[in-house]
């Protein structure tokens, strides 16, 4: 995958909990998204379906075994500890690159020296276009967003939350999906990656609300583009997600609002968190056949 001009490598890290068929599906994408040389790191978090073993007897692959499932940021950050460039592409095994996704990223960051973050636009397995460079969660737009997104997707905090009227332009983010991102060394060092308490998700949105308090950017690159066909393993586990997408959501809010004075508000957060969380998977269990 190198070029006579001899550009430098990307790393890539994947990190793997029995991702099937799509894990070779994004693999088999990696020599149409860049002209450059392409290291892999698989951090398999105790995959029982073989898919990363296959994967690592592919050239330049190497797999990390966790023997556990050790989360998605903890695994992660493993995967940029072992990569040795500048940049480093973080991925699920579910998403497809483009071609010369990964190359319009790199342009991007010669055009934003501060970037810490780069990520592309997102396409869903339907083609359309997924919100994935969104606004830092304030409390009004959080809890509008929590209320009401499931039963009015176009209200007017999920809207401002996702930032879905602005136009599809290269811009600045207060975060971005960790499901593709790419992060530059020194951010990363900066901040010390994914924060571990976060099992899975909002490890994207803590790390894009970190890198901007270290001085770096979230810049959205919405040249670079990919599809994210959504992951078989989440959907196994559909329940058990669901309730950790709530636990994680209190870890962030909780610490933003610290101390004795936010305690009540603490307190009505954790509550609407759980009703939440307890009649979302309720639907969930009447639309099972």
């Known amino acids: 995958m190198t070029t006579d001009d001899g550009p430098d490598a990307v790393s890539v890290v994947v990190v793997t909990y029995s991702p099937g068929e799509s894990l070779a599906a994004f693999l088999d994408s990696l020599p149409a998204a860049t002209k450059r040389e392409v290291e892999v790191v698989l951090v398999d978090n105790g995959s029982t379906d073989g898919a990363p073993e296959r994967a690592a007897q592919r050239a330049n692959v190497q797999l990390l075994s966790t023997g556990q499932n050790l989360g998605y940021g903890r695994a992660a950050n493993l995967g940029l500890q072992a990569s040795r460039t500048e940049w480093t592409l973080i991925a699920n095994p579910d998403v497809v690159l483009h071609a010369g996704a990964i190359d319009a990223l790199y342009a991007a960051a010669d055009r934003w020296p501060r970037a810490g973050a780069l990520g592309p636009l997102i396409h869903t397995p339907d083609g359309a276009v997924y919100p994935s460079a969104r606004a830092v969660p ?25 930032r879905e009227n602005e136009a599809v332009t290269e811009r600045t983010a207060g975060w971005l999906s960790g499901s593709c991102l790419m992060l530059r060394r020194d951010a990363f060092e900066s901040t010390s990656g994914f924060d571990p308490k976060f099992f899975m998700y909002f490890e994207d949105v803590d790390l894009g609300e970190r890198l901007e308090r270290a001085g770096w950017q979230n810049v959205y690159v919405p040249t670079a583009s990919v599809t994210h066909l959504g992951g078989q393993s989440t959907q196994r586990h559909r329940s058990e997600m669901l309730s950790e997408h709530h636990r994680s959501a209190w870890s962030y809010l909780s610490a933003r609002y610290p101390g004795r004075r936010h305690a009540p508000l603490r307190w009505a957060i954790r509550l609407g968190l759980w009703g939440r969380s307890t009649l979302l998977n309720a639907l969930a269990a009447r639309s099972q056949p």
Not at 139 to 146: D, K, N, Q, T
């Open 138 to 162: 304030s409390l009004s737009r959080g809890i509008g967003h929590a209320l009401f997104a499931d039963l009015w997707p176009s209200n007017p905090w999920t809207t401002a939350y996702r």
